[in-house]
């Protein structure tokens, strides 16, 4: 069984996780233009990888003998049904940014489990590559190059 302190800290990941936007957009229907089918792929997987995630620190929970604790509801993110991306996308990159932080300060705290350690590492890493995607997706469009 893992220590106490450790399944807090992958507790706590774990409602961060299931309060992330990105786990909302399985529920929503966030617009995205077809001409950006791009952007739309990207909302799928993080979505996909959000849902996963949960899955994979609730697994190592039960694993290391812990249980889940309860979830508070989050209306924070109850708006997103039928928003444009460009809407949604600067709360996107904003709860990666903060998930990123969640994820760096939690990683000295479970150094003693290494599985727990493991877990966070490629969670963190998922989150950094999502955030490069949202971040490219919010970077603005250069004009097109004039003909003479």
Do not use: W
């Not at 220590?3 to 961060?16: A, K, Q, R, T």
């Not at 952007?39 to 929970?61: G, N, T």
């Not at 998922?126 to 003909?147: G, K, R, T």
């Amino acid at each position: 069984m893992a220590s106490p302190e450790i399944l807090d800290v992958l507790n706590d990941l774990l409602n961060s996780e299931r309060s992330s936007l990105a786990l909302r957009l399985i529920e929503s229907d966030v617009f995205v233009s077809q001409s950006s089918a791009r952007a739309a792929e990207i909302m799928r997987r993080m979505a996909r990888s959000a849902l996963r995630h949960c899955q994979q620190l609730a697994s190592l929970i039960y694993d290391l003998g812990g249980e889940i604790g309860p979830h508070p509801a989050n209306a924070r993110t109850a708006h997103l049904h039928f928003q444009e991306l460009g809407y949604v996308l600067p709360g996107l990159v904003a709860d990666h940014e903060n998930c990123i932080s969640r994820y760096k300060s939690a990683l000295p705290k479970l150094a003693a489990s290494s599985r727990a350690v493991s877990l966070a590492n490629r969670i963190l890493a998922q989150h950094q590559v999502d955030l490069q995607d949202l971040q490219s997706l919010s970077a603005p469009v250069p004009p097109l190059a004039q003909s003479a």
